[in-house]
Structure formats: C-alpha cells, structure tokens
C-alpha cells in the first residue's frame, strides 16, 4: 500500500469514529424519545381502561403508537449504522496497522472503499426520509 491509500485508511479511522458518535447519541435520544412515549401510552392505556374512552383518546393513542413505530424504525437504521461503522473501524485499524501483507492490505482497502461509499449512500437515504417525513409530518 501506497502513502495515499494510507493517509485514507487513516481519515477513515476518524470519518468511522465520528458516525459512531453520531449514530450512538442519536439512537440515545430517539430511545428515550420512546420511553417517553411508552409512558404516555400506558397512562392512555390506563384512561381507557377506566372507561375514559372517546374519540380524542383513541386519537392520542393511535398517534403515540405511530410515533413509538416510527422512532423504533429510526433507531434500527441507527443500529445498523452503529455496527456497520464500528466494524469498517476495527477492519481499517486492523488493516492499516497490523496486516502485514501487501496484497491482503490492497484488498481490504478496495473493499473497505466500497462498503464506505455503500455506507455513505443509506446514511444519505436514511436522511432524506427522515427530512420527507418530517415536512410531511408538519405540514400544516
């Protein structure tokens, strides 16, 4: 391996920690998010079970559970960011840093490029949906 595809692995290192990051808080947030909401359903639950039943609280409820099936499906995007991107971190490192065999590191690096740019396209996905559903959502 050449300088360049050296200095790539390297920033790759970093590029990979930094979506790691990313992806960790976000799932953090959006997880809580679902507690929350969890919560708020069960005292819904609770309502109508006490015979507080209308046409307000089935819309709370079914709405509570649509945004509940819409972060749970959030966070399992950001699960496979999550493993994706710390295994692209420990196959670079390993790679870069302890392979010893040009052809193998040749290898690996082709196809750590082609799984990161995969990688860079469904987070790109991933985005656009969650920015359509967000106008979708507040359209007023």
Same mark, same amino acid.
């Given at each position: ?28 947030? +959006?997880? $809580? =998010? !679902?507690? #929350? ?5 069960? *005292? /819904? ?5 006490? &015979? ?37 971190? +420990?196959? $670079? =490192? !390993?790679? #870069? ?5 040009? *052809? /193998? ?5 082709? &196809? ?12 790109l996905i991933i985005i656009a ?12």
């Open positions: 391996m050449n300088n360049s595809q050296i200095n790539i692995l390297n920033d790759f290192l970093n590029l990979y920690l930094v979506i790691f990051g990313i992806a960790i808080t976000l799932f953090t947030v +959006i997880y $809580s =998010f !679902i507690v #929350n909401k969890k919560e708020e359903l069960l *005292k /819904i639950l609770d309502s109508i079970n006490q &015979g507080n039943n209308s046409p307000l609280t089935d819309q709370k409820r079914y709405f509570t559970i649509l945004q509940i099936k819409r972060y749970k499906a959030i966070n399992k995007h950001l699960i496979a960011i999550t493993i994706l991107s710390i295994s692209l971190y +420990i196959t $670079s =490192f !390993i790679t #870069n840093r302890i392979l010893s065999s040009y *052809k /193998i590191k040749l290898i690996l690096f082709y &196809g750590i490029s082609i799984i990161t740019i995969i990688l860079f396209i469904y987070i949906k969650v920015i359509f559903n967000y106008k979708k959502n507040t359209k007023i």
